[in-house]
């Protein structure tokens, strides 16, 4: 951040450089000096100057940029939740893993969700209880959402032959989610 700040204070002394001009700052001090330069070369330097600054501006925003980029937000990590949320919703899901419950899952969901938003490896999920409760955290965020699944077998399921030809399933669930903020 402080990296930021420099950029931004060199390109606010090329801009008073650029408002004011050289020829205020030094000839004007000294009017009868030899060799002073003509009124194109001041005009050329007053133009640089505004280059120069506008070239020190750009750099601070896509520094700040970066660091944004490399964190979430609060808001970032609750929206991804919610937006989780609403995609694991769409299709019904096979329980894969009675101790992860829907860990994996909605891990994947927030990741794909919060795309653009800060760093994937740096979201975590876990299992708050026995229950369908999970936290959602990211690093940098300093905040948590609790995200409570429920679920309801759908009908049907995914059919499994067997291999005495008699035929079983395993059911698929449907779930709804919500979210709130802290932890749970």
Known sequence: MA???????????????????????????????????SDGA???????AFGVAGLFIFGACSVQESIDQGTWSAS?????????????????????????????????????AGEGQGPSYRVSVERAGEGHDYEISAAGS????????????????????????STSSIPEFELTATVDDGAC
Request: glycine share 6%; with cysteine; charged share 20%.
């Open 76 to 112: 970032e990590v609750r929206e991804a939740a919610e937006d989780a949320a609403e995609s694991m919703a769409n299709d019904t899901q096979i329980r894969r893993d009675p101790t992860d419950g829907y860990t994996s899952l909605i891990e994947t969901a927030v990741m794909k």
């Open 42 to 48: 001041l005009a050329v330097g007053r133009v640089v």
């Open 3 to 37: 990296v930021v700040v420099i950029l931004f204070v060199i390109a606010a002394a090329f801009l008073v450089i650029a408002l004011v001009g050289p020829y205020r700052l030094y000839w004007q001090a000294r009017p009868h000096a030899p060799r002073q330069p």
């Open 142 to 165: 300093g905040t948590t959402v609790c995200m409570h699944v429920t679920e309801k077998t759908s009908e049907g399921g995914v059919f499994v032959p067997g291999a005495d030809d």
